[in-house]
């Protein structure tokens, strides 16, 4: 599938081919575009993590004859479970003083995390829940690809950063 323009854009390898070049400045408003984009990818992916985790809570809640009631009840466990979350390690602090950036995909995919579709469950089919599901799934773990890969691009300019701090010291 094929990231947002932006995101394609600081990907690119010629994104950070030459940062050796590039004056302080640069390097920072680099890192700065960079961790944007990371935080809004990693919002997206958590919102999609978050969708799918109560999507499946439905698709049990049905196949037991739970009562929606039920459901809502255990919004708070379903939403605070550990699956999806990155270890420490491999997570970073996220700066908000901004907005989060807005994620537009070519192909619409912003709708599946942000649409109705959860103050509407009872009126999903079960075949448009398991669709959702899928689709939600795929859309995370391409969205963490993106945010590995993002990882990649703000390590290379840190690591630039960090050379010339420590040169001038």
């Known amino acids: 599938m094929v990231p947002t323009k932006r995101i394609e854009r600081v990907l690119d390898d010629s994104y950070v081919a030459d940062v050796a070049t590039k004056d302080i400045e640069q390097l920072r408003s680099m890192k700065t575009e960079s961790g944007a984009l990371e935080t809004a990818v990693s919002f997206a992916r958590r919102l999609a993590h978050g969708r799918v985790e109560i999507l499946k809570a439905e698709q049990e809640r049905r196949a037991n004859g739970g009562t929606l009631a039920e459901l809502i009840e255990q919004l708070p466990k379903i939403l605070a479970g550990d699956q999806g979350r990155s270890s420490a390690a491999n997570t970073r602090h996220a700066e908000f003083d901004d907005d989060i950036l807005e994620l ?8 599946l995390v942000a649409d109705d579709s959860l103050a509407n469950l009872v009126s999903l089919g079960d075949a448009e829940l398991s669709s959702t599901i899928a689709q939600l799934g795929e859309f995370e773990a391409e969205l963490s690809g993106f945010r590995r890969a993002l990882h990649g691009v703000i390590d290379v300019i840190e690591g630039e950063i960090a050379s010339r701090v420590t040169a001038a010291n």
Do not use: I, M
Not at 104 to 111: I, N
């Open 104 to 111: 537009t995909w070519e192909d619409g995919r912003q709708h």
